[in-house]
Nanobody
């Protein structure tokens, strides 16, 4: 059983910072792409940032220059440093990973349970 567990969400004032963490657990052979998505009330889930196993990154236009995604392959972890937060960043943030379990042929896609980020004064 593979699990992705997020942490680090919370309430922050506009202009503030938060760092989200996500760790994958289970019998994992390899993790390819990892990413962060978010879903605000009444809106579709959207990609915030992604990172490959080699470290290549991509970002939504709305967060470029403010958010930074990174990963620790030894810990099967991915992070999202969020700076200069705005009220429109308020959403549930989800971790996502494409991975192979040990002994499994097919690549699998897994989601975390989500962590709430609220930006408000």
């Amino acid at each position: 059983q593979v699990q992705l567990v997020e942490s680090g969400g919370g309430l922050v004032q506009p202009g503030g910072s938060l760092r989200l963490s996500c760790a994958a657990s289970g019998i994992i052979f390899s993790i390819e792409a990892m990413g962060w998505y978010r879903q605000a009330p009444g809106k579709q889930r959207e990609l915030v940032a992604g990172i490959t196993s080699g470290g290549s990154t991509n970002y939504a236009d709305s967060v470029k220059g403010r958010f930074t995604i990174s990963r620790d392959n030894a810990r099967n972890a991915v992070y999202l440093q969020m700076n200069s937060l705005k009220p429109e960043d308020t959403a549930v943030y989800y971790c996502n990973a494409d991975l192979h379990r040990l002994g499994a042929f097919a690549q699998e896609n897994h989601w975390g349970q989500g962590t709430q980020v609220t930006v408000s004064s």
